[in-house]
């Protein structure tokens, strides 16, 4: 009996040293590499939710290609949807591209016209500067192309009074610039 008591005794003492040196052992790997261990979990974790998105992303978009292999119905009712819609813009274009050629036509037989009329007031002996400013014709909204008189200047207000010169010294209050003296800087 006095054996399987020492065997007991025995035991105990052999798993307490293995904790102990377990317990060394863990605590001086932390003590030494702790903060290291700690960021590359965290380096771990958040590269596994990234991956794990992106692998998620992949998946989906694998579903949706084999969903859209799987109905030719949806895709043949895109392109005619696209076709329909280039035709319309394309119509469109069309027509604002014969409205442009339709302008270009008028202005031409407008500037014909005028070369015309002045070439006549010239045959007669008349001025035919007179005949070149006539007020606009209301053909549609937007600038005209007609020459425009001049505004009169005499309505604005100068910016300096008439006798001012600015090279005269003379206006400029306390603030007045010399130049320095010529030669050496330093006296002595």
């Known amino acids: 009996m006095e054996w399987d008591g020492q065997q007991?005794?025995?035991r105990p003492a052999l798993e307490t040293e293995g904790?102990?040196?377990?317990?060394?052992t863990v605590g001086s790997l932390l003590a030494t590499y702790g903060w290291y261990i700690v960021f590359s979990c965290i380096?771990?974790?958040?590269v596994f939710q990234k991956l794990s998105t992106r692998l998620r992303a992949l998946r989906q978009r694998?579903?949706?290609?084999a969903a859209a292999a799987v109905e030719p119905d949806v895709v043949v009712k895109r392109q005619e949807a696209l076709a329909a819609a280039r035709l319309k813009m394309q119509e469109e274009l069309n027509a604002q591209v014969e409205k442009h050629k339709e302008k270009?036509?008028?202005l031409e037989e407008q500037k014909r016209r005028q070369k015309i009329e002045m070439w006549d007031s010239m045959q007669e002996g008349k001025s035919y500067k007179g005949n070149v400013r006539k007020p606009p014709e209301e053909d549609g909204p937007?600038?005209?192309t007609s020459s425009v008189l001049p505004k009169r200047k005499s309505d604005r207000k100068p910016l300096r009074g008439g006798g001012y010169n600015?090279?005269?010294?003379?206006g400029g209050g306390a603030c007045s610039w010399r130049?320095?003296?010529?030669?050496?800087s330093s006296g002595g």
């Open 8 to 10: 007991l005794s025995a």
């Open 19 to 24: 904790l102990r040196y377990l317990h060394v």
């Open 43 to 46: 380096l771990l974790y958040v």
């Open 62 to 65: 694998q579903l949706d290609r």
């Open 104 to 106: 270009l036509r008028q």
């Open 142 to 144: 937007g600038p005209s």
């Open 166 to 170: 600015p090279l005269s010294g003379e």
């Open 179 to 184: 130049p320095g003296r010529r030669g050496p």
